[in-house]
């Protein structure tokens, strides 16, 4: 299973476009990895996490297309993860390549803010209503269904079939009826996945504060399971941050530490896990080259805007 990340930023993106703080300045001089996109992940080419402001510059920036992606997920209606704008562009006022048609898997909340911004069935996207502590399958390629309105669509190329299993987790974020979510991702299908092998999972915890109770007992239900996360990505806004306005929303770096190594020994890791930080605010964290040394004494290795991972 490949992981692209799109964007790494927390909700201002990094450089912060009226700031003009000791590290928005530097960022803006070096470039390169230390300029941050609001945070969207892709996971092989047809499944993608968030679609927040940033994600038409950032595909661009990138080289890369989303037009194969079958199925979005979306961890909370925040602003910086959800911007209909973004997906409407998936509409066809002249031509254009014809889309397969995508499912969007969100909270009730999520897929109200899509739909006042956003004709779904035009922009063939089909909302799916998910909730914390559910798990769910979701497949995505083969030849892309012909929509009546859209009659081009059986032009789109079949591409591979994948399937992934999927378990949302509460996160400790935003308002309760939000449902801000966390994912354990596992590919079971697909021309990544290894004949016999369970499936490379992926931890996907950003926007959240220390995990509540309930997200840790079902983890620990997930690890009786046998499930083991070949990489880790959590949320570390709050950086090398002190007496936070709202300490509870997001982690500092040392809390992000923590809940890796309460991962690893709840047995939720494989032995050669990959560990990623990810969402970095300007507000808190220094430029790119020095929050990999920062990180490096815990192994932890700072998720950047075009960093590909393999997860087995
Ligand atoms: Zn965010
Ligand atoms: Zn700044
Ligand atoms: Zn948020």
């Not at 497949?139 to 591979?160: I, K, L, N, Q, Y």
Request: aromatic content about 8%.
């Amino acid at each position: 299973m490949n992981v692209t990340f799109l964007g790494t930023a927390a909700a201002e993106g990094v450089p912060q476009l009226w700031c003009r703080c000791e590290y928005c300045q530097i960022v803006r001089q070096r470039g390169g990895k230390s300029i941050r996109f609001r945070t969207a992940t892709l996971i092989n080419d047809d499944l993608l996490i968030d679609a927040g402001p940033d994600l038409s510059p950032a595909a661009a920036r990138l080289g890369v297309d989303l037009a194969a992606v079958r199925a979005l997920l979306i961890t909370h209606p925040h602003y910086d993860h959800l911007e209909p704008d973004s997906l409407r562009a998936r509409g066809r006022y002249w031509d254009g390549t014809a889309l397969p048609p995508l499912t969007v898997y969100a909270s009730r909340a999520s897929l109200d803010l899509l739909g006042h911004g956003a004709d779904l069935g035009a922009l063939q996207m089909e909302p799916r209503p998910i909730a914390p502590f559910q798990r769910f399958e979701i497949s995505t390629g083969g030849a892309a269904v012909v929509d009546p309105r859209v009659p081009r669509a059986a032009d789109f190329p079949a591409t591979p079939v994948r399937w992934y299993e999927v378990w949302t987790l509460a996160a400790e974020h935003s308002l309760p009826e939000d449902e801000a979510m966390l994912f354990v991702i596992r590919q079971t299908a697909g021309p990544e996945a290894r004949e016999g092998a369970t499936g490379a999972t992926l931890f996907y915890g950003t926007d959240t504060g220390p995990f509540p109770e309930a997200t840790w007992a079902a983890l620990d239900r997930l690890a009786v399971q046998g499930v083991r996360c070949g990489a880790v990505v959590i949320d570390a806004t709050f950086g090398t941050g002190k007496n936070l306005k709202q300490p509870g929303a997001h982690l500092t770096i040392r809390q992000m530490v923590q809940h890796q190594q309460s991962l690893a020994r709840r047995g939720l890791l494989t032995d050669n896990a990959q560990r990623l930080a990810i969402h970095f605010s300007h507000y808190f964290t220094p430029p790119h080259d020095e929050l990999l040394a920062l990180l490096a004494p815990d192994e932890i290795t700072p998720a950047y805007d075009g960093l590909t991972i393999t997860v087995s």
